[in-house]
Protein backbone atom coordinates (compact mmCIF):
# COMPACT_ATOMS: atom_id res chain seq x y z
CA UNK A 1 0.00 0.00 0.00
CA UNK A 2 1.19 3.60 -0.63
CA UNK A 3 3.09 4.80 2.79
CA UNK A 4 1.29 8.19 1.71
CA UNK A 5 -1.91 6.60 2.28
CA UNK A 6 -0.94 4.64 5.13
CA UNK A 7 0.00 7.95 6.88
CA UNK A 8 -2.98 9.90 6.07
CA UNK A 9 -5.66 6.58 7.20
CA UNK A 10 -6.10 8.30 10.66
CA UNK A 11 -7.35 11.40 9.63
CA UNK A 12 -9.55 10.30 6.69
CA UNK A 13 -10.84 7.92 10.41
CA UNK A 14 -11.10 11.00 12.71
CA UNK A 15 -13.00 13.05 10.14
CA UNK A 16 -15.72 10.34 9.11
CA UNK A 17 -16.33 9.41 12.48
CA UNK A 18 -16.63 13.45 14.29
CA UNK A 19 -19.96 14.69 14.67
CA UNK A 20 -21.37 17.60 12.97
CA UNK A 21 -20.68 21.48 13.53
CA UNK A 22 -23.28 23.74 15.51
CA UNK A 23 -23.74 24.76 12.55
CA UNK A 24 -24.30 21.73 10.46
CA UNK A 25 -26.76 19.75 12.88
CA UNK A 26 -29.80 21.06 12.16
CA UNK A 27 -30.45 20.74 8.62
CA UNK A 28 -33.59 22.59 6.94
CA UNK A 29 -35.37 21.22 3.82
CA UNK A 30 -38.04 22.20 1.48
CA UNK A 31 -39.09 24.99 3.41
CA UNK A 32 -42.32 26.46 1.65
CA UNK A 33 -45.70 28.38 1.68
CA UNK A 34 -48.93 28.77 -0.15
CA UNK A 35 -49.31 32.33 -2.36
CA UNK A 36 -51.69 34.20 -0.45
CA UNK A 37 -54.42 36.91 -1.44
CA UNK A 38 -53.86 40.30 -1.96
CA UNK A 39 -54.54 42.23 1.47
CA UNK A 40 -54.42 38.76 3.28
CA UNK A 41 -52.57 39.77 6.46
CA UNK A 42 -51.00 36.40 7.67
CA UNK A 43 -49.50 32.72 5.95
CA UNK A 44 -47.32 30.14 7.37
CA UNK A 45 -43.84 28.60 6.56
CA UNK A 46 -43.47 24.72 6.31
CA UNK A 47 -40.40 22.70 6.23
CA UNK A 48 -38.81 20.01 7.18
CA UNK A 49 -36.17 20.09 10.34
CA UNK A 50 -33.93 17.13 10.61
CA UNK A 51 -31.17 17.09 13.92
CA UNK A 52 -28.06 15.21 12.74
CA UNK A 53 -26.32 15.99 16.07
CA UNK A 54 -25.90 13.95 18.86
CA UNK A 55 -27.81 16.29 21.01
CA UNK A 56 -31.40 17.68 21.16
CA UNK A 57 -32.21 21.23 20.40
CA UNK A 58 -34.69 23.30 19.73
CA UNK A 59 -36.48 26.21 17.44
CA UNK A 60 -36.95 29.04 19.33
CA UNK A 61 -37.94 31.63 17.56
CA UNK A 62 -38.16 33.18 13.52
CA UNK A 63 -38.25 36.04 11.84
CA UNK A 64 -39.04 36.64 7.85
CA UNK A 65 -38.55 40.06 5.99
CA UNK A 66 -41.96 39.62 4.23
CA UNK A 67 -43.86 39.73 7.36
CA UNK A 68 -44.38 42.00 11.02
CA UNK A 69 -44.18 38.71 13.22
CA UNK A 70 -43.30 35.22 12.97
CA UNK A 71 -44.14 32.92 15.41
CA UNK A 72 -44.38 28.72 15.97
CA UNK A 73 -47.46 27.89 16.19
CA UNK A 74 -49.41 24.51 16.39
CA UNK A 75 -52.31 23.36 15.09
CA UNK A 76 -54.96 20.55 16.80
CA UNK A 77 -58.21 19.49 17.06
CA UNK A 78 -60.39 19.60 19.86
CA UNK A 79 -63.40 18.21 20.28
CA UNK A 80 -64.05 18.98 16.39
CA UNK A 81 -62.74 22.54 16.67
CA UNK A 82 -59.48 23.41 15.20
CA UNK A 83 -57.14 25.36 17.33
CA UNK A 84 -54.07 26.84 17.12
CA UNK A 85 -51.76 28.36 19.62
CA UNK A 86 -48.43 29.51 19.54
CA UNK A 87 -45.78 27.68 21.65
CA UNK A 88 -41.98 29.21 22.59
CA UNK A 89 -40.39 26.42 21.93
CA UNK A 90 -40.17 23.04 19.42
CA UNK A 91 -38.07 20.18 20.79
CA UNK A 92 -35.86 19.07 18.38
CA UNK A 93 -34.05 15.40 19.67
CA UNK A 94 -30.98 14.12 18.52
CA UNK A 95 -31.28 12.22 15.80
CA UNK A 96 -35.18 13.40 14.95
CA UNK A 97 -36.74 14.72 11.84
CA UNK A 98 -39.58 16.92 12.62
CA UNK A 99 -42.21 17.92 9.99
CA UNK A 100 -43.68 21.97 10.03
CA UNK A 101 -46.67 20.77 8.23
CA UNK A 102 -50.54 22.22 7.32
CA UNK A 103 -52.76 21.12 10.31
CA UNK A 104 -49.75 20.85 12.65
CA UNK A 105 -47.04 23.09 13.68
CA UNK A 106 -45.80 26.14 11.46
CA UNK A 107 -44.34 28.88 11.54
CA UNK A 108 -47.05 31.62 11.25
CA UNK A 109 -46.72 35.11 9.26
CA UNK A 110 -48.50 38.02 10.46
CA UNK A 111 -48.81 41.63 9.05
CA UNK A 112 -47.62 40.54 5.85
CA UNK A 113 -46.23 43.79 3.88
CA UNK A 114 -47.19 42.27 0.41
CA UNK A 115 -48.79 38.89 -0.83
CA UNK A 116 -46.83 35.68 -1.18
CA UNK A 117 -46.74 35.18 -4.80
CA UNK A 118 -46.41 31.43 -6.49
CA UNK A 119 -43.46 30.86 -8.09
CA UNK A 120 -41.64 33.60 -6.17
CA UNK A 121 -39.14 33.33 -3.50
CA UNK A 122 -38.96 34.79 0.10
CA UNK A 123 -36.87 33.46 3.21
CA UNK A 124 -36.74 33.16 7.32
CA UNK A 125 -34.80 32.95 10.05
CA UNK A 126 -34.69 30.32 11.99
CA UNK A 127 -33.66 30.13 15.95
CA UNK A 128 -32.22 27.47 17.37
CA UNK A 129 -31.25 27.10 20.98
CA UNK A 130 -28.32 25.24 19.81
CA UNK A 131 -27.59 25.58 16.36
CA UNK A 132 -28.17 29.66 16.35
CA UNK A 133 -29.55 31.42 13.16
CA UNK A 134 -30.35 29.96 10.25
CA UNK A 135 -31.42 32.14 7.21
CA UNK A 136 -33.33 29.51 4.48
CA UNK A 137 -34.99 30.00 1.55
CA UNK A 138 -38.64 29.72 1.47
CA UNK A 139 -40.24 28.37 -2.07
CA UNK A 140 -43.84 30.06 -2.43
CA UNK A 141 -46.18 27.50 -4.25
CA UNK A 142 -49.91 28.18 -5.58
CA UNK A 143 -52.81 27.01 -3.31
CA UNK A 144 -53.54 23.25 -3.49
CA UNK A 145 -50.13 22.44 -4.78
CA UNK A 146 -49.70 20.81 -1.72
Known amino acids: ?26 EVRDAWARATAPGQPSGA ?11 DDALIGAAAPSA ?3 MIHTSSLVDGVARMRMVDRLAIPAGATIALAPGGTH ?8 PLVAGEQTSITLRFATAGAKQVP ?3 VAPGAR
Do not use: Q, R, W
Open 107 to 114: VMLDGLGA
Open 138 to 140: VAI
Open 45 to 55: IYATLVNHGAA
Open 1 to 26: MNPMLCALAPLFLIAACSSPTKDEAI
Open 68 to 70: AMA
